[in-house]
């Protein structure tokens, strides 16, 4: 499986922004689709953002116009920027990455995760 490490968490004030960072590595396999997902305490782990090798994106409706998605294919690397925090976002934010080991085989990964809490 491609290994994922997540980064840039933390502590913000309501209002305020966070960049996410997300970078993929492993051999042998072709990296499709990479997304960002959440889990709130007692909740559900919901879609955030997903975004294709080609640059296309999908937003959950809770926060379009406030977070992007963006990928460098060349790093590995995707990223969330998020802006106009809420309380409603303070969750463990999670790195998804799905794709081929070839022969039909695909995989589906998930890093460990960082935190982002929002809060005065």
């Known amino acids: 499986q491609v290994q994922l490490v997540e980064s840039g968490g933390g502590l913000v004030q309501p209002g305020g922004s966070l960049r996410l960072s997300c970078v993929a590595s492993?051999?042998?396999?072709?990296?499709?689709?990479m997304g960002w997902y959440r889990q709130a305490p007692g909740k559900q782990r919901d879609l955030v953002a997903t975004?294709?090798?080609?640059?296309?994106?999908n937003y959950a409706d809770s926060i379009k116009g406030r977070f992007t998605i963006s990928r460098d294919n060349a790093k590995n690397t995707i990223y969330l920027q998020m802006n106009s925090l809420k309380p409603e976002d303070t969750a463990v934010y999670y790195c998804?990455?799905?794709?081929?080991?070839?022969?039909?085989?695909?995989?589906?990964?998930w890093g460990q995760g960082t935190q982002v809490t929002v809060s005065l």
């Open positions: 492993g051999r042998f396999v072709v990296i499709n689709d």
């Open positions: 998804n990455a799905y794709g081929n080991r070839g022969w039909g085989f695909t995989f589906n990964s």
């Open positions: 975004i294709t090798s080609g640059g296309t994106t």
